[in-house]
C-alpha cells in the first residue's frame, strides 16, 4: 500500500485528479476484504487448531496477489490483486499473534515476549521503504514488478517458517 499511488500513476497512469479517488476505493477495498477474511479465518483457525495452516494460507494468497500485479497492467488487475492480497493479509492478521502467543515460553514474560513479537510483525514493513527505491530503480526505473516479486519471495520463505514452529498445529 505503501506505493500504491505511485503504481496507479506510473503503471496504469491514472491521472493526478483521479488517484486520491481511487486510492481510497482500493484501500477500502484491501481493508474491507482484510477485515471480513480475518474473522471468518480467525475463528476456523481456533476452532480447527489449524493456525499454521492458514498462515501458510496467507503466504499462498500473497503470492497470487503479487502475480496478478504483475501480470496485469489494467484497473481489473489492479483490484483482483488487490481483493486477493486483501484476503491474505486477512488470513495473516488471524494468525500472526495467536500463533507466537500460543508458544510463549511463561505467563511472567508474556508482555515482553510480545513485545519482541511486535517487532518482528512490524520490522519488515518498516524496510520496505528502504529498499523499493533500489528495487523499482532497477530495469530503467519504475521496475514495480521487482518490488512484487520481492513480496512473492518473501511471503514464500514466511511458509516454511512457520511450519517450523513447535507446539502449534
Known amino acids: 500500500m505503501t506505493y500504491q499511488v505511485y503504481y496507479l500513476s506510473d503503471s496504469l497512469h491514472i491521472s ?13 477495498v484491501i481493508n474491507g476484504t482484510s477485515a471480513l477474511t480475518v474473522l471468518v479465518s480467525g475463528w476456523m483457525a481456533d476452532r480447527f487448531q489449524r493456525r499454521k495452516f492458514y498462515m501458510a494460507v496467507a503466504g499462498m494468497l500473497a503470492v497470487a496477489g503479487f502475480l496478478v500485479l504483475i501480470t496485469t497492467r489494467s484497473m481489473a488487475g489492479m483490484f483482483t490483486g488487490a481483493t486477493v492480497l486483501g484476503l491474505g493479509n486477512g488470513f495473516f492478521c488471524s494468525g500472526h499473534y495467536t500463533l507466537p502467543s500460543s508458544v510463549l515460553p511463561s505467563e511472567q514474560d508474556a508482555a515482553k515476549d510480545m513485545g519482541v513479537v511486535n517487532i518482528a510483525v512490524t520490522l519488515p514493513s518498516s524496510l520496505v521503504p528502504v529498499y523499493a527505491p533500489t528495487l523499482l530503480g532497477t530495469g530503467g526505473g519504475n521496475s514495480y514488478p521487482a518490488l512484487f516479486v520481492s513480496g512473492i519471495v518473501l511471503a514464500l520463505l514466511g511458509i516454511p517458517a512457520v511450519r517450523r514452529i513447535r507446539g502449534v498445529n
Open 16 to 28: 493526478e485528479s483521479g488517484l486520491p479517488g481511487l486510492t481510497f476505493v482500493l484501500t477500502l
